[in-house]
C-alpha cells in the first residue's frame, strides 16, 4: 500500500545511517547460513532509504554499471510503495537479489551523501527490494509472446550468460546456454560460498529462466568434449561467456608440495559440500594451519569458509601495504576508493582469534591494536615454501615486501608453520580451451577475448560477454554486460538491424577513476 507522505528530502539530517545487521561472529561460523541477519533488514529499510537527497545530479546512478534508478527507488521504498519500487530495480537489473548480496557497491562510494556524511545504504535498500518483490510473487516468469524463429547459443552460465539469456529469450530467440559444470550459475555456483548468497536464491531464477523458454545443457564443455564448430551451424549466434578463470600461478620453490592448492580447487569443493556432492571435502582447512595468499575478495571468501571449517589458525598475506581508512587523495569522491574495508570474513577472524577460538597466527608488520583486529599481514611477500620428507608443506618463508617493486627485502624473511596453503592470487583471462579457433577469437595483451564496441567477436555471428570480455570483475558488470550483449545480438538477428534492449554498458567502459 503507497503512503502518499510527502518527503521533504531533509531525513539525511535527521535518520543517520543504519546498516544491515549481521549475525553475530559465534553463531553464523557455526553454520553456512547468509550472514546477514535477514529478517532485521526489512524493520530498517524504509527510512534508510528516506535519508536519499534526491540530489540531482545522482552519481550513484552512474556509479552502477548497470545504471540503477537508485533515487526512483529510494523514495518508492520510503513511500512504502514496494511493487512499484521492484518494477523500477529490475527494469535495468535481471538479478538484483544477486548485487543486492554480493555487490561491492561503487554507487555507495558515488552517494552525494557521502561527501561529507554516511552515503545511503543503497545494496541493502536493493537486497530488501529484491527479497520482497519474491515474497509477494511480483517476480515471476515473463515469457516472451511471439517467436523469432532465430536462436542463440550462450556459452557459460555465470551471470554474464544468464542475463544475456534472460533478455534474449524474453525478445522472443530460442536460447540455449550451455555450461560445461554439472549445475548452472557459474562463479555464483561454485566459487561464492553460501554464507555471502544463499543458492537458493540462484535456483530461483533458474527456474524463472527456464519457466521463459530458456534451455539449459550441462555437462557441455564446448571446444572440449563437446565440438564448438556444430554451434555455428545449429544456432544463429553464439555469446561467449565463459569467465576469466585461468588461475594467478605463484612460480616460488615448493609450490608443487602437497597441501598448497589453488583458491578455486578449494572453494569448488566447500560449495560442492554444500550441494550434497561429499560429506566432506577432499581439501579441508578442519584442524590445520591456514596460510592464505592473496589480498583480495577470494582470499576473503577462502578465510570465511577455513573459520567455518574449524581451522587452526588462518593467515591471510597481502603483497600491497595495508590501505588508509580515508580516501587517497588520488581516488576523491565520486571513486570507488581503495581504503581499509572489513568484509564480514575478517570481522569473523579477528573476533575468533581475540576469544582464543582460532590461534593467531604471524601478525608481524601490523600494529599492535589491528593485530589482535585482523588476520590480515600486509606488505608480506611469500618467498618459499618448506616441506616434509613425504612432502607435505610444512612451512611458509615470508619477508616484507618493497613497496612499489613488491620485491622481498632482505632482512625481513621470517617463517610461519602451515599446512594448508591458499594461492588467491587473481585471475589471468578464460581459461585456455578449444575455443580459440573455431569461433576465431583473438586475445587481447591482458588475456580477454577481443571484441569490437558491438561485442562481437571473432566469426561473424560470435559475441563475447561477461569476465571472458573485460576480465575478472564484478556480478554488476558481468549482468550489465550479459544485457548489454545482448541488445547487440537482437540487432544483428533483427531483419531491420535495430533492437529496443537496452546497453547498459559498452565493452570498453571501466569503473569511474581519475
Ligand atoms: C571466489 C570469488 C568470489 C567472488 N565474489 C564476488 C562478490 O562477492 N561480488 C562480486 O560482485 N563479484 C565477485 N566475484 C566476481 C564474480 O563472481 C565474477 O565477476 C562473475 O561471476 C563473472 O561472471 P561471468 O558470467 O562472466 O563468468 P563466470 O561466473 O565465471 O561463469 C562462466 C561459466 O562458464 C562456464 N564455462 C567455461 N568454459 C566453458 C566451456 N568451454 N563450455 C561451457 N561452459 C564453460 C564455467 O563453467 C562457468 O560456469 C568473485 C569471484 C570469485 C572467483
Ligand atoms: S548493483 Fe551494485 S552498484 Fe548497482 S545499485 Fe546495486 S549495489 Fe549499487
Same mark, same amino acid.
Given at each position: 500500500?503507497?503512503?502518499?507522505?510527502?518527503?521533504?528530502?531533509?531525513?539525511?539530517?535527521?535518520?543517520?545511517?543504519?546498516?544491515?545487521?549481521?549475525?553475530?561472529?559465534?553463531?553464523?561460523?557455526?553454520?553456512?547460513?547468509?550472514?546477514?541477519?535477514?529478517?532485521?533488514?526489512?524493520?530498517?529499510?524504509?527510512?534508510?532509504?528516506?535519508?536519499?537527497?534526491?540530489?540531482?545530479?545522482?552519481?550513484?546512478?552512474?556509479?552502477?554499471?548497470?545504471?540503477?534508478?537508485?533515487?526512483?527507488?529510494?523514495?518508492?521504498?520510503?513511500?512504502?510503495?514496494?511493487?512499484?519500487?521492484?518494477?523500477?530495480?529490475?527494469?535495468?537489473?535481471?538479478?538484483?537479489?544477486?548485487?543486492?548480496?554480493?555487490?561491492?557497491?561503487?554507487?555507495?562510494?558515488?552517494?552525494?551523501?557521502?561527501?561529507?556524511?554516511?552515503?545511503?545504504?543503497?545494496?541493502?535498500?536493493?537486497?530488501?527490494?529484491?527479497?520482497?518483490?519474491?515474497?509477494?510473487?511480483?517476480?515471476?516468469?515473463?515469457?516472451?509472446?511471439?517467436?523469432?524463429?532465430?536462436?542463440?547459443?550462450?556459452?557459460?552460465?555465470?551471470?554474464?550468460?544468464?542475463?544475456?539469456?534472460?533478455?534474449?529469450?524474453?525478445?522472443?530467440?530460442?536460447?540455449?546456454?550451455?555450461?560445461?559444470?554439472?549445475?548452472?550459475?557459474?562463479?555464483?555456483?561454485?566459487?561464492?560460498?553460501?554464507?555471502?548468497?544463499?543458492?537458493?536464491?540462484?535456483?530461483?531464477?533458474?527456474?524463472?529462466?527456464?519457466?521463459?523458454?530458456?534451455?539449459?545443457?550441462?555437462?557441455?564443455?564446448?571446444?572440449?568434449?563437446?565440438?564448438?564448430?556444430?554451434?555455428?551451424?545449429?544456432?544463429?549466434?553464439?555469446?561467449?561467456?565463459?569467465?576469466?578463470?585461468?588461475?594467478?600461478?605463484?612460480?616460488?620453490?615448493?609450490?608443487?608440495?602437497?597441501?598448497?592448492?589453488?583458491?578455486?580447487?578449494? &572453494?569448488?569443493?566447500?560449495?560442492? %559440500? #554444500?550441494? *550434497? @556432492?561429499?560429506?566432506?571435502? $577432499?581439501?579441508?582447512? =578442519?584442524? /590445520?594451519? !591456514?596460510?592464505?595468499?592473496?589480498?583480495?575478495?577470494?582470499?576473503?571468501?577462502?578465510?570465511?569458509?577455513?573459520?567455518?571449517?574449524?581451522?587452526?589458525?588462518?593467515?591471510?598475506?597481502?603483497?600491497?601495504?595495508?590501505?588508509?581508512?580515508?580516501?587517497?587523495?588520488?581516488?576523491?569522491?565520486?571513486?570507488?576508493?581503495?581504503?581499509?574495508?572489513?568484509?564480514?570474513?575478517?570481522?569473523?577472524?579477528?573476533? &575468533?582469534?581475540?576469544?582464543?577460538? %582460532? #590461534?593467531? *597466527? @604471524?601478525?608481524?608488520?601490523? $600494529?599492535?591494536?589491528? =593485530?589482535? /583486529?585482523? !588476520?590480515?599481514?600486509?606488505?608480506?611477500?611469500?618467498?618459499?615454501?618448506?616441506?616434509?620428507?613425504?612432502?607435505?608443506?610444512?612451512?611458509?618463508?615470508?619477508?616484507?615486501?618493497?613497496?612499489?617493486?613488491?620485491?622481498?627485502?632482505?632482512?625481513?624473511?621470517?617463517?610461519?608453520?602451515?599446512?594448508?596453503?591458499?594461492?588467491?592470487?587473481?585471475?589471468?583471462?578464460?581459461?585456455?580451451?578449444?575455443?580459440?579457433?573455431?569461433?576465431?577469437?583473438?586475445?587481447?595483451?591482458?588475456?580477454?577475448?577481443?571484441?569490437?564496441?558491438?561485442? =562481437?567477436?571473432?566469426?561473424?555471428?560470435?559475441?563475447?560477454?561477461?569476465?571472458?570480455?573485460?576480465?575478472?570483475?564484478?556480478?554488476?558488470?558481468?549482468?550489465?554486460?550479459?544485457?548489454?550483449?545482448?541488445?547487440?545480438?537482437?540487432?544483428?538477428?533483427?531483419?531491420?538491424?535495430?533492437?529496443?534492449?537496452?546497453?547498459?554498458?559498452?565493452?570498453?567502459?571501466?569503473?569511474?577513476?581519475?
Amino acid at each position: 500500500m503507497a503512503d502518499n507522505r510527502a518527503l521533504d528530502n531533509w531525513d539525511f539530517l535527521r535518520t543517520p545511517r543504519q546498516d544491515w545487521p549481521l549475525r553475530p561472529v559465534a553463531e553464523r561460523v557455526g553454520d553456512w547460513g547468509e550472514v546477514h541477519a535477514t529478517r532485521r533488514l526489512l524493520p530498517i529499510v524504509a527510512d534508510q532509504a528516506s535519508r536519499c537527497m534526491d540530489c540531482g545530479i545522482p552519481f550513484c546512478h552512474s556509479a552502477c554499471p548497470l545504471g540503477n534508478l537508485i533515487p526512483e527507488w529510494n523514495a518508492l521504498v520510503a513511500r512504502d510503495d514496494w511493487r512499484d519500487a521492484a518494477e523500477r530495480l529490475h527494469a535495468t537489473n535481471n538479478f538484483p537479489e544477486f548485487t543486492g548480496f554480493l555487490c561491492p557497491a561503487p554507487c555507495e562510494s558515488g552517494c552525494v551523501l557521502g561527501i561529507d556524511d554516511a552515503p545511503v545504504t543503497i545494496k541493502a535498500i536493493e537486497a530488501a527490494v529484491a527479497v520482497r518483490a519474491w515474497e509477494e510473487a511480483w517476480e515471476c516468469p515473463r515469457p516472451p509472446e511471439r517467436h523469432s524463429g532465430r536462436s542463440v547459443a550462450v556459452v557459460g552460465s555465470g551471470p554474464a550468460g544468464l542475463a544475456c539469456a534472460q533478455q534474449l529469450t524474453r525478445a522472443g530467440h530460442t536460447v540455449v546456454v550451455y555450461e560445461r559444470d554439472d549445475r548452472p550459475g557459474g562463479l555464483l555456483r561454485y566459487g561464492i560460498p553460501a554464507f555471502k548468497m544463499d543458492k537458493a536464491l540462484l535456483d530461483r531464477r533458474l527456474a524463472q529462466l527456464v519457466a521463459e523458454g530458456t534451455r539449459f545443457r550441462t555437462g557441455a564443455d564446448i571446444g572440449g568434449a563437446a565440438g564448438a564448430g556444430a554451434l555455428l551451424t545449429r544456432h544463429d549466434a553464439v555469446v561467449i561467456a565463459v569467465g576469466a578463470t585461468a588461475a594467478r600461478e605463484l612460480p616460488v620453490t615448493g609450490r608443487e608440495l602437497a597441501g598448497v592448492h589453488q583458491a578455486m580447487t578449494y &572453494l569448488t569443493q566447500a560449495n560442492r %559440500v #554444500q550441494e *550434497g @556432492d561429499y560429506a566432506h571435502p $577432499p581439501i579441508s582447512a =578442519a584442524g /590445520r594451519h !591456514v596460510v592464505i595468499i592473496g589480498g583480495g575478495d577470494t582470499g576473503a571468501d577462502c578465510l570465511g569458509t577455513a573459520l567455518r571449517q574449524g581451522a587452526a589458525s588462518v593467515v591471510q598475506l597481502d603483497i600491497k601495504p595495508q590501505p588508509g581508512v580515508e580516501r587517497a587523495a588520488n581516488e576523491p569522491w565520486p571513486v570507488h576508493a581503495r581504503v581499509h574495508r572489513v568484509s564480514p570474513a575478517h570481522q569473523e577472524g579477528g573476533q &575468533l582469534v581475540r576469544d582464543g577460538a %582460532v #590461534q593467531a *597466527g @604471524d601478525r608481524t608488520g601490523l $600494529p599492535g591494536e589491528d =593485530a589482535l /583486529r585482523d !588476520v590480515r599481514v600486509y606488505s608480506a611477500a611469500t618467498v618459499s615454501f618448506d616441506g616434509d620428507a613425504q612432502g607435505r608443506v610444512t612451512a611458509l618463508r615470508l619477508a616484507d615486501a618493497e613497496a612499489g617493486t613488491r620485491r622481498a627485502l632482505p632482512g625481513t624473511e621470517r617463517v610461519i608453520p602451515v599446512d594448508l596453503v591458499l594461492l588467491a592470487l587473481g585471475f589471468t583471462g578464460p581459461e585456455p580451451g578449444g575455443l580459440t579457433a573455431p569461433f576465431a577469437l583473438r586475445t587481447t595483451p591482458t588475456g580477454a577475448f577481443a571484441r569490437d564496441a558491438h561485442y =562481437a567477436g571473432g566469426r561473424p555471428g560470435v559475441f563475447v560477454a561477461g569476465d571472458a570480455g573485460r576480465g575478472q570483475s564484478l556480478v554488476v558488470w558481468a549482468i550489465a554486460e550479459g544485457r548489454a550483449a545482448a541488445a547487440c545480438v537482437d540487432a544483428y538477428l533483427n531483419p531491420d538491424g535495430t533492437t529496443t534492449l537496452p546497453l547498459p554498458v559498452a565493452p570498453t567502459d571501466r569503473p569511474m577513476a581519475l
